[in-house]
């Protein structure tokens, strides 16, 4: 069964900190993973996406990694600010699967304290 | 020159009645989606919709249907409303079929009272 894993379930820290996202995954055939944040009120948008091929990419402050071997990847954020804060989702689709062939982690939220 | 629009924000009624929400997106995108997130902030897809081609969750009751008037619109229509189906709905769209990154709309919060 394909499975999304998202570790912690919530995390706080302080404003101007780094802080690491986990990811795990049992999803196969793959074929992206991707990192979404959702701000409260709002709807999910994406900030990375990772192919087989990828190991580290950045946009940002934000730095995604992924071992396609043992099936993690991680959301690292530095510098944290309080825009920050907001849920964080995994998603990972799978080759071949249509619209339906994603499957969703149940998102990390992260609090930023001044 | 938002996206993914839909309506209304918020949406609070009776159990039994019948209600719809509405999604439009400018993007000329071919695929929209449904998504149901729970209280516990996790999504779960209801329906995906492209070209005329529905795929529906199985999960999902058949109180819940989606009308495509358009490729640019995929609005939903909920019957006889249970108190379960309280939750915030969004509407997303991707470029094509195979097209895995959604734009989300900022999403529909139903309360059944």
């Known amino acids: 069964k394909n499975q999304v894993e998202q570790s912690p379930q919530s995390l706080i820290i302080l404003e101007g900190k780094n802080c690491t996202l986990q990811c795990n995954y049992t999803v196969s055939p793959f074929s992206n993973l991707r990192w979404y944040k959702q701000d409260t009120g709002r709807g999910p948008v994406s900030l990375t996406i990772m192919t087989f091929s990828e190991n580290t990419k950045s946009n940002g402050r934000y730095t995604a990694t992924l071992d396609a071997d043992t099936k993690q990847s991680s959301l690292h954020i530095t510098a944290s600010q309080l825009s920050d804060s907001a849920s964080y989702i995994c998603?990972?689709?799978?080759?071949?699967?249509?619209?339906?062939?994603?499957?969703f982690g149940k998102g990390t939220h992260l609090i930023i304290q001044p | 020159d938002t996206a993914v629009s839909q309506t209304p924000k918020y949406l609070v009624t009776q159990m039994g009645n019948d209600k719809s929400i509405k999604c439009e997106q400018n993007l000329g995108h071919d695929t929209m989606y449904w998504y149901k997130q729970d209280s516990k902030k996790f999504l779960k897809i209801m329906f995906s919709y492209n070209n005329k081609e529905l795929i529906i969750n199985e999960t999902v009751p058949n109180r819940f249907s989606p009308k495509s008037p358009d490729k640019a619109h995929l609005n939903l229509h909920i019957n006889s409303l249970e108190l379960g189906d309280s939750a915030v709905y969004f509407c997303?769209?991707?470029?094509?079929?195979?097209?895995?990154?959604?734009?989300f709309g900022s999403g529909t919060q139903l309360s059944v009272l």
């Open positions: 998603v990972v689709s799978y080759s071949g699967g249509g619209a339906d062939g994603l499957t």
């Open positions: 997303a769209s991707s470029q094509d079929w195979g097209g895995r990154k959604l734009f």
